[in-house]
């Protein structure tokens, strides 16, 4: 069963960095594509970034490039989302999902099969 755990979230103030953490097991991940995405209050989820597992390839969302950066462990089956510059409106929950065989740019939720719960992350101002 295939299981994802996110930790790493909090309160920050604007201009900081936050590491979350995506520990993933249950199956082997490398034909998989990993991503984060978040939901704010009122709005849909969206995308933020995925990794393709075994190449290491990545995407991002316009809103984020330059500041976040994806990156995976293999030897701790963990992805991780690095943080930079977080503004009050990268406030959300994050979440971490998987998907075999498709590609990074694949953008859509529903498109995705494993979640995580979610870890809060604040950005004040």
């Known amino acids: 069963q295939v299981q994802l755990v996110e930790s790493g979230g909090g309160l920050v103030q604007a201009g900081a960095s936050l590491r979350l953490s995506c520990a993933a097991s249950?199956?082997?991940?490398?034909?998989?594509?990993m991503g984060w995405f978040r939901q704010a209050p009122g709005k849909e989820r969206e995308f933020v970034a995925a990794?393709?597992?075994?190449?290491?390839?990545?995407y991002y969302a316009d809103s984020v490039k330059g500041r976040f950066t994806i990156s995976r462990d293999n030897a701790k089956n963990t992805v991780y989302l690095q943080m930079n510059s977080l503004k009050p409106e990268d406030t959300a929950v994050y979440y971490c999902?998987?998907?075999?065989?498709?590609?990074?740019?694949?953008?859509?939720?529903?498109?995705?099969?494993?979640w995580g719960q979610g870890t809060q992350v604040t950005v004040s101002s």
């Open positions: 999902a998987a998907r075999g065989n498709i590609g990074v740019t694949v953008t859509s939720p529903s498109r995705y099969d494993y």
């Open positions: 249950g199956r082997s991940f490398s034909s998989y594509a």
């Open positions: 990794i393709a597992w075994s190449r290491g390839n990545t």
